[in-house]
């Protein structure tokens, strides 16, 4: 039996498990290898690695842990969890089945994007929904929200910052007199005809009329959804976001399902590589901190 076993490889599980292997702690870690990031070239905003490829980030991070001899590493999906006496048991896609005092949740999260040709091919290059991760490259050029409900008021009030930026309402919703008065304020456009499709080698917005926009970065907020069954399958609660469900977790990341955290994107409404890693190492601490006071 393990101490813990972690689902999902990416920064917060390997941060999750970097802190039990240094309190020596027997530790297995199930990587579906699906980071959320894959389609970026370049990660920002990470404290040391500031503009790092987030592949090189994830391997040489992987590199470092596997250098804990308590660490296995396992590739592949975990498809099944269960309560059992002790603790947990995971079923793997493999057929492998193993059990754990602990089970820490890092499977992350899918984003699923609006229904407009040409989005799907740009994600994570000329198509983002961080302006913290990404918004300073784009030198202050011509940016753009599209409109997926309310939510994406809050992203048109944040990019001016980054540049003159235009809100294509794509009729999904209609500010009220004081949300105009919030986008006046900001000088962002309210664009009301149509999306058509998103073209060009960056991010040409054609619209229903014939016009085209063409801007630096195109943000949006998709929908997310969870990678894995898991969590519904122990009986972990979900709470809505206005991008779709997460975990539920208290502040030390611990689930509705004792002896069961979760970390990173699965459990929180917006993050980025900081927030994970920080989500993963509280995961951790608060899994360590149960072996020992609860037993």
């Not at 590493?73 to 603790?87: I, L």
């Not at 502040?251 to 989500?279: E, L, S, W, Y």
Request: charged residues 20%; glycine residues 10%.
């Amino acid at each position: 039996m393990y101490d813990v076993v972690i689902v999902g490889g990416s920064y917060a599980g390997m941060a999750a498990a970097l802190q039990l292997a240094r309190a020596r702690r027997k530790v297995l870690v199930v990587d579906a290898g699906q980071r959320r990031n894959r389609f970026a070239s370049t990660s920002h905003g990470l404290l040391g690695r500031d503009g790092y490829s987030p592949a090189d980030i994830a391997t040489e991070a992987r590199e470092q842990l596997l250098k804990y001899s308590t660490v296995t590493w396992r590739q592949g999906q975990a498809v099944g969890a269960s309560s059992v006496d002790g603790g947990f048991e995971v079923e793997s896609d493999s057929g492998e089945r193993v059990t754990a005092q602990r089970l820490i949740l890092a499977m992350g999260i899918s984003d699923e994007m609006p229904p407009v040709p040409g989005l799907d091919e740009r994600w994570g290059r000329s198509v983002f929904h961080c302006p913290y991760c990404h918004g300073y490259e784009l030198e202050e050029g011509p940016l753009g929200v599209l409109a997926v409900g309310e939510v994406s008021m809050h992203q048109a009030l944040l990019l001016p910052d980054w540049g003159p930026t235009t809100l294509f309402i794509n009729g999904q919703f209609e500010p009220t007199a004081e949300q105009r008065e919030q986008l006046d304020d900001r000088e962002v456009t309210v664009e009301t005809e149509q999306v058509s499709r998103v073209s060009g080698d960056r991010a040409t917005v054609e619209l229903a009329d014939g016009r085209t926009i063409e801007l630096a970065g195109l943000f949006v907020a998709p929908r997310i959804r969870l990678n894995s069954p898991l969590a519904s399958q122990l009986g972990c609660q979900l709470a809505d976001s206005p991008m779709g469900e997460v975990i539920e977790t208290d502040g030390m990341k611990q689930t509705t399902v004792p002896g069961v955290f979760a970390c990173g994107d699965a459990a929180r409404a917006a993050g980025n590589v900081t927030f994970a890693i920080a989500d993963g190492s509280q995961a951790a601490l608060a899994a360590h901190h149960s072996l020992i006071w609860q037993g």
